[in-house]
């Protein structure tokens, strides 16, 4: 190769690596479905009206300890607006949070309950808001977390539900559950382990099946970078085909 060509591939490589590092990465900004969402997301309300009660139930719904018939306040929020008596109830079965937040983020069962003519029943998970078997000292022992896991969750739900059914004297209801991420587990769980309490559960990106050996851990990551590289894929036949109709 004669030393001026190989001057032109060096320049040319030093152009190349240069534009390489000084275009800035490509990372899409959000598009308008998601900076919906993460204006809704924002939300701590619920922008419906609901009522707010305060359910007392019982601590330990499976063992005989001293502490096990230690009352605490569930909350819970309503909407009959468009409910009549033995009309379906639906509900929310509350994860990691607030309920009012869930309630406020849970736009889909406000926008089917007038077409169900559905009760909405939101229920604070235990530990969480004001729903607190401890009031401050909640979370300071061993002792008094040890209250805190999906099964005695789950059993607060069931007993809630049934003693609201009997006081609404609407037994004949179905009950459908309904839940996001954490709370789309319960919702699944609930129904598989309370069928008789309720007819049917949506649980929504809800990683029921996300634990060691049944799902590698590595899999959101892999899902992640799978779309990544589609992307990119996407990214650069659109690009070559702007270049061939410029061309
Ligand atoms: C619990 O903590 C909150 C906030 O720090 C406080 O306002 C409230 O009075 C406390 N409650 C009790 C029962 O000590
Ligand atoms: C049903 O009524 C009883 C008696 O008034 C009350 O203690 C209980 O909290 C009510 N249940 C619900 C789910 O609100």
Request: contains cysteine.
């Amino acid at each position: 190769m004669a030393p001026s060509s190989c001057f032109l591939l060096l320049l040319l490589f030093t152009i190349s690596a240069t534009l390489v590092e000084s275009s800035p990465a490509y990372f899409p900004g959000p598009n308008a479905y998601q900076i919906s969402l993460a204006k809704q997301a924002k939300k701590t309300e619920p922008d419906f009206p609901y009522k707010t009660h305060f359910f007392p139930q019982v601590l330990d719904h499976f063992t005989f300890q001293p502490k096990s018939s230690k009352i605490f306040y569930q909350k819970y929020l309503t909407n009959d607006h468009y409910w009549h008596r033995e009309a379906p109830i639906f509900v929310y079965t509350g994860n990691e949070g607030n309920i009012e937040w869930f309630a406020g983020n849970t736009g889909f069962m406000l926008d089917i309950a007038p077409k169900f003519q559905a009760l909405l029943v939101f229920i604070e998970h235990r530990f969480y808001g004001e729903s607190m078997p401890f009031g401050n000292d909640s979370y300071k022992s061993a002792e008094t977390l040890g209250y805190l896991n999906s099964q005695q969750a789950l059993a607060d739900f069931a007993v809630l539900i049934r003693s609201l059914k009997q006081n609404l004297s609407s037994e004949a209801s179905p009950v459908v559950v309904f839940g996001g991420s954490y709370g789309g587990m319960l919702a699944a769980w609930f129904r598989l382990k309370y069928p008789h309490i309720t007819i049917g559960a949506l649980a929504s990106s809800a990683p029921i099946l996300q634990f060691d050996d049944i799902t590698p851990w590595s899999s959101f990551y892999d899902a992640v970078s799978q779309d990544y590289k589609v992307c990119f894929k996407l990214k650069e036949t659109g690009l070559s085909l702007s270049l061939s109709l410029r061309i």
